[in-house]
C-alpha cells in the first residue's frame, strides 16, 4: 500500500509563505497523479493543486499565481509552495496519490491514498 507522510504545516501571518512536503512510499508505478486538498471546520474538503507524472499541473482558481505544486523524483516527495498567504488559505492540508491518469484531479473522490493532514493556519 502506499503511504503518504506530510511536514511543513504551520502558522504565518498574511502575506507570508510556506512550503508543505509529502513524502510517498510505497511508489511501484510510472504513471500517476498527486494532489492537494485542504478542508476547514464546517467546510467541505476542496482540491487545491495536482500534478501527474507527465509534470503536467492544475490549481483551483483561488490559489493560482500564489501556490505551486512540484515532484522531486529522486526523493519521491510531492511539494506545495505557498506564497501570498492568506486568512482564508487557512484549513488542514492533506496529500493525496493515485495510479493511472485523472481528467478532474482536483476532485477528491480520484485518489486513492491519503496523508494525515497538516495544519496550516494563516493570521491577519
Known amino acids: 500500500q502506499v503511504q503518504l507522510v506530510e511536514s511543513g504545516g504551520g502558522s504565518a501571518q498574511a502575506g507570508g509563505s510556506l512550503r508543505l512536503s509529502c513524502a510517498v512510499f510505497g511508489y511501484t508505478y510510472s504513471t500517476y497523479y498527486g494532489g492537494w486538498f485542504r478542508q476547514a471546520p464546517g467546510k467541505e474538503r476542496e482540491g487545491v493543486a495536482a500534478i501527474d507524472s507527465d509534470g503536467s499541473t492544475t490549481y483551483a482558481d483561488s490559489v493560482k499565481g500564489r501556490f505551486t505544486i512540484s515532484q522531486d523524483n529522486a526523493k519521491n516527495t510531492l511539494y506545495l509552495q505557498m506564497n501570498s498567504l492568506k486568512p482564508e488559505d487557512t484549513a488542514m492540508y492533506y496529500c493525496?496519490?493515485?495510479?493511472?491518469?485523472?481528467?478532474?484531479?482536483?476532485?477528491?473522490?480520484?485518489?486513492?491514498?491519503w496523508g494525515q493532514g497538516t495544519q496550516v493556519t494563516v493570521s491577519s
Open positions: 493525496a496519490f493515485s495510479y493511472g491518469t485523472s481528467g478532474r484531479p482536483l476532485r477528491d473522490i480520484e485518489y486513492n491514498y
